[in-house]
């Protein structure tokens, strides 16, 4: 099937996703703007760090719009500009989408385990089953 470039989105946030968070104050717009000022950057400058317009950007900083995707901004020169690391601002940009992108490997196996589990996390998952992911992430780890 050569090279799957294909994204996943694990759970589609809604139309009213804002609503949907617990803490409103830790917004991933919210810490864009505050890591900006700390940064002492312009949204321009933020903006054309990362590829994206002004007006874009501020409508993600004022939480108008929801996070940038993996697939549509690179997070490396994001956390450059900002000072922070890559992997913080990813998670959080998950969490307030309530969503999780993955890119699929190349092995057909692989993709497919990658989508089952995407459906498992989207269904909701066991108290059990958590635990036993979590032990295979902490031995894949350990042996990383």
Do not use: C
């Not at 490396?76 to 500009?81: K, Q």
Request: proline share 6%; net charge positive.
């Amino acid at each position: 099937m050569g090279y799957i470039s294909q994204w996943l989105r694990a759970i589609a946030p809604g139309p009213n996703w804002r609503q949907s968070l617990p803490d409103k104050t830790k917004t991933f717009g919210g810490e864009l703007r505050r890591l900006r000022v700390r940064a002492k950057k312009s949204m321009g400058e933020v903006a054309r760090a990362i590829g994206k317009s002004v007006v874009y950007y501020s409508h993600v900083e004022g939480d108008v719009k929801p996070p940038f995707s993996p697939a549509s901004v690179n997070y490396e020169a994001l956390s450059n500009v900002l000072g922070v690391p890559s992997d913080d601002l990813i998670v959080l940009a998950a969490r307030t989408r309530r969503s999780v992108e993955l890119r699929l490997p190349e092995s057909t196996e692989a993709s497919e385990i990658g989508l089952a589990l995407a459906r498992m996390f989207s269904d909701g998952l066991t108290a059990e089953q958590i635990r036993e992911l979590r032990t295979v992430v902490q031995r894949r780890n350990n042996n990383a």
